[in-house]
């Protein structure tokens, strides 16, 4: 007898859904991700199989999907084996693409570089390096803000990750690198399956070579010197397990590499959004402004104010933005054993994704979903929202780990800003959202800068 076949009779179908071939949900499931989720759960519910070319995949929504899949029951469903096994020939075996024990231990051995004093320290920087990029605006010009913002974030990453000076390193433009690798993943599935000299697979992977000449040349020479900084890469290279067990360099690199991933693509998306949706909000703009002045005077910001809930306007405004544009919009994984979510199984061995930006629309958890409004994020409003109905950072032992080192990034470029500029949109021009393994503006982000007037007196948003 099978013993596999045997297993798998015994197992439960398939939840209800869409699961005939179509050439044409596959082609919307790239273009329109969100509105082929959020129709499916109107007509199936929380819990459903979508068929995308030759594969069904388990979706799972909601408050209490998204608390099973990311607490309750989180063993039960494996990153590795899910859909971002796409990221290793980019990533390696960082921490967005192992399990088990490997995990844990990466993850203790990562913890430390993320503890609050280090994420603090690193504020200077920050605010360095985003005044050096005020600089260079002008009042009236067009920008892609979303270009200039890519350009400032890999740079404050080169800085708190490798401890390297980006004036100095001119052997290559790592930003475009990053950029060109991550491309890869934008293009069509024929596409990404396509492999040869001038495929998309082979200019991935030579973008990512050169980053590799990059990372493990600074590796190499931090070994052989021994100079260390306050960057994490210095506090990899010198990180011991409890057996003293040190990483190997191919996991040094593997662990910056995801960290360059998660953090420097992440947070440029993530304030491209927020200025998209201040340009909306004129009101809410000034109001975050004012409050800056008002708590900071002419000073830089600062990790107590911002980390300690000093400017909670701005607080709200960033949590509406994570809502609205969650960076790591979906959570592919494959069940180990069959599970049980709101009285619908499905069985073990299978994709089962969840989808925060899914989520996070959803009009019978959210009042007006689609609509920018932060003050749900005030503090009795907040109180009310259900458990694992936002998670924009995941949820249980797999948490984003940085998420404290992007928000502080992510609050001091708007803080300082918003103190000097606005943005406003070219004529005619809409935001069209792309899906790689994370969401960004698909046509850049086309706006004029202008001075910030005299403090304005707005009707509150």
């Known amino acids: 007898m099978d013993v596999r076949n045997d297993r798998r009779a015994h197992e439960p179908p398939f939840p209800p859904g869409d699961v005939n071939y179509s050439l044409a949900r596959a082609r919307r499931m790239v273009r329109d991700p969100l509105g082929v989720l959020l129709d499916a759960y109107e007509r199936y519910g929380p819990v459903f199989t979508l068929r995308v070319f030759h594969e069904r995949i388990v979706w799972v929504l909601g408050p209490q999907a998204n608390h099973h899949v990311l607490v309750s029951n989180a063993p039960n469903f494996l990153w590795r084996e899910g ?71 890999m740079r404050i990453a080169m800085r708190a990750l490798f401890g390297l000076d980006p004036d100095r390193e001119r052997e290559i433009d790592a930003a475009a690198e990053f950029h060109q690798a991550l491309a890869f993943y934008g293009n069509d599935y024929w596409m990404q399956v396509a492999r040869g000299p001038g495929s998309p697979f082979a200019r991935m992977q030579r973008a990512r070579a050169r980053l590799n000449r990059l990372v493990f040349g600074e590796i190499a020479r931090r070994r052989t010197t021994g100079e260390r900084g306050e960057d994490i890469l210095s506090l990899l290279l010198d990180a011991q397990d409890e057996d003293g067990s040190r990483l190997s360099d191919k996991h040094v690199r593997d662990e910056v590499m995801t960290l360059l991933f998660a953090g420097h693509d992440t947070t440029t998306a993530t304030v491209a959004f927020l200025v998209h949706e201040l340009a909306d909000a004129p009101a809410w703009a000034d109001r975050v402004a004012e409050e800056g002045r008002r708590v900071l005077g002419d000073r830089a910001p600062d990790a107590a104010t911002l980390m300690g809930g000093g400017l909670p306007e701005l607080d709200m405004v960033l949590d509406e933005i ?46 007006a979903p689609d609509a920018f409004r932060p003050e749900r994020f005030g503090p009795d409003a907040r109180a009310r929202i259900p458990k694992g109905a936002y998670v924009p950072f995941g949820g249980g032992s797999r948490i984003c780990l940085g998420m404290r080192f992007g928000q502080l990034e992510i609050k001091v470029i708007a803080t300082l800003l918003l103190r000097s500029w606005r943005f406003t949109f070219e004529p005619g021009w809409r935001l069209a959202v792309r899906q790689t393994p994370t969401i960004g503006p698909a046509d850049g982000l086309p706006v004029r800068v202008s001075r910030t007037p005299a403090p304005a007196q707005h009707a509150a948003a």
């Open 83 to 153: 859909h971002f096994r796409e990221l290793l020939p980019l990533l390696g075996d960082g921490l967005l693409t192992i399990d088990g024990d490997f995990h844990r231990r990466s993850r203790r051995i990562v913890l430390p570089a993320f503890h609050h004093e280090r994420i603090a320290a690193a504020t200077g920087l920050m605010v360095e390096e985003t005044q050096r990029a005020m600089a260079g605006l002008r009042d009236g010009a067009r920008i892609d803000f979303y270009a200039w913002m890519r350009s400032l974030a």
């Open 322 to 367: 994570l809502r609205l544009y969650p960076a790591a919009w979906v959570g592919p994984r494959r069940s180990v054993a069959p599970f049980e979510i709101v009285g619908v199984r499905a069985p073990g061995g299978v994709p089962v994704n969840y989808s925060s930006w899914a989520s996070h629309r959803l009009p019978d958890v959210w009042d």
